[in-house]
């Protein structure tokens, strides 16, 4: 059994930083690529960024995330990162750690961690 565990949340006022963490257990975590997904009350859940196996990223199609957010992932501590900087009150939402295995329709959810942005 999968499971990701996410950290690091918690009320932040704008301008400040965050990093999230989504410890994965229970899986060879090389063979997941590896996503940070977020929503916002009243709204559907959105892709943020993710990162392969391998290391490459890629960041939703939104100049704002792309300028201020780093995902990253460290193989040998089954964890993957959301470094987000310059915090907006828009950022404010449940952000969720989501594993997609490489080979096999396997998709992984944690449990979500809140990021509230305000002053």
């Known amino acids: 059994q999968v499971q990701l565990v996410e950290s690091g949340g918690g009320l932040v006022q704008p301008g400040g930083s965050l990093r999230l963490s989504c410890a994965a257990s229970?899986?060879?975590?090389?063979?997941?690529?590896m996503g940070w997904y977020r929503q916002a009350p009243g709204k559907q859940r959105v892709l943020v960024a993710t990162?392969?196996?391998?290391?490459?990223?890629?960041?939703a199609d939104s100049d704002s995330v792309k300028d201020r957010f780093t995902i990253s992932r460290d193989n040998a501590k089954n964890t993957v990162y959301l470094q987000m900087n310059n915090l907006k009150p828009e950022d404010t939402a449940v952000y969720y750690c989501?594993?997609?295995?490489?080979?096999?329709?396997?998709?992984?959810w944690g449990q979500g961690t809140q990021v509230t942005v305000s002053s």
């Open positions: 989501n594993a997609n295995h490489r080979y096999r329709s396997l998709t992984y």
């Open positions: 229970g899986t060879i975590f090389s063979n997941y690529a």
């Open positions: 990162i392969t196996s391998s290391g490459s990223s890629n960041y």
